[in-house]
């Protein structure tokens, strides 16, 4: 079965400092890889989405990282803000459809609070 | 402003009520999804369409009924055999082809009183 694997489960960080969350998946045939935020109660957000070819994407203060070899991605965030709480989610889209799971496999969520 | 809207925001379900949560989008998308989020858990799958008339279920479709007569709409029924109904919905879509974007909406929170 198709898996997404987020750590830490759950992470606090003071105002200004970076943190890096995690991202190991198993999932065939990978399409691609995304990455979200969602603040509570509200629907998730793109972040960055990446393809088999790209290592690195940005979106402002997050960076993103593929490695498709050993199939681990990591979301950088760079001097955190208090409105960088919320979860982040990892997605790892699978092509074609099928099975119970579709093709958007999605990891538990790494829940981030920034306190000042 | 194109997007995907899903009402009503909040829901309040007796026991023994079906229900019914609305999904629109306006996208163009052939894909639409619905999951349930619960507390500490990643979103699950309860139905997805790839196309009108046609849909299959997910990990958790028991207790669930959809229907996809408009490429726009996804409505989704919670019904009275669905026993622990009580989650964060979520309906989202995608175009086909290419890399796959996923719009969400804002979720729809379904309480029973």
């Known amino acids: 079965k198709n898996q997404v694997e987020q750590s830490p489960q759950s992470l606090i960080i003071l105002e200004g400092k970076n943190c890096t969350l995690q991202?190991?998946?198993?999932?065939?045939?990978?399409?691609?890889l995304r990455w979200y935020k969602q603040d509570t109660g509200r629907g998730p957000v793109s972040l960055t989405i990446?393809?088999?070819s790209e290592n690195t994407k940005s979106n402002g203060r997050y960076t993103a990282t593929l490695d498709a070899d050993t199939k681990q991605s990591s979301l950088h965030i760079t001097a955190s803000q208090l409105s960088d709480s919320a979860s982040y989610i990892c997605?790892?889209?699978?092509w074609g459809y099928g099975g119970s799971q579709g093709n958007l496999i999605f990891g538990k969520g790494t829940k981030l609070s920034v306190k000042p | 402003d194109g997007g995907i809207t899903q009402s009503p925001k909040y829901l309040f379900r007796k026991e023994g009520q079906n229900v019914t949560l609305s999904c629109e989008q306006n996208?163009?998308?052939?894909?639409m999804y619905w999951y349930r989020q619960d507390p500490g858990q990643g979103l699950r799958l309860i139905y997805y369409s790839q196309i009108v008339n046609d849909f299959q279920k997910g990990d958790i479709a028991e207790g669930y009924s959809v229907s996809r007569e408009k490429k726009e709409s996804f409505p989704l029924t919670v019904t009275s055999a669905q026993k622990n109904p009580t989650a964060f919905y979520l309906c989202?879509?995608?175009?086909?082809?290419?890399?796959?974007?996923?719009?969400f909406g804002q979720g729809t929170r379904l309480t029973v009183v």
């Open positions: 991202c190991n998946y198993t999932v065939s045939p990978f399409s691609n």
């Open positions: 989202a879509s995608t175009a086909a082809g290419g890399p796959i974007e996923a719009f």
């Open positions: 997605v790892v889209s699978a």
């Open positions: 996208l163009n998308h052939d894909a």
């Open positions: 990446m393809t088999f």
